[in-house]
Nanobody, 123 residues
């Protein structure tokens, strides 16, 4: 249902764009959000975009550095992160959530998850 891609090895200060491709139904019915989990840490909500009005939401840890967007022709949600830091190193997951992104950063509000894509930021 959800296919995340775009991870890789990036130097600190660089940027990366992650993609989450889904079905037309999921794209239209659900908000799509991104989580990440670093080694030894809890999973953290990163960003969400509403399917109703396209409103974006960001965690404080990426606010000002991240942009989430939707491409309805490709049924794909993108997460662009700039000024990457070693602390951004994590497995990034996309998930389907409430269409208005209510409770988006909580695991229990996710309908289903995609597989992760690894982002490694070297110092």
């Amino acid at each position: 249902q959800l296919q995340a891609s775009g991870g890789g090895l990036v130097q600190a200060g660089g940027s990366l764009r992650l993609s989450c491709k889904t079905s037309a139904y999921t794209f239209g019915q659900y908000g799509i959000d991104w989580f990440r989990q670093a080694p030894g840490k809890e999973r953290e909500g990163v960003s969400c975009i509403s399917s109703m009005d396209g409103t974006p939401y960001y965690a404080d840890s990426v606010k000002g550095r991240a942009t989430i967007s939707r491409d309805h022709f490709k049924n794909t949600v993108y997460l662009f992160i700039d000024s990457l830091k070693p602390d951004d190193t994590a497995v990034y997951y996309c998930a389907a959530t409430d269409p208005l992104c209510q409770g988006w950063d909580r695991d229990e509000y996710q309908e289903y998850w995609g597989q992760g894509t690894l982002v490694t930021v070297s110092s």
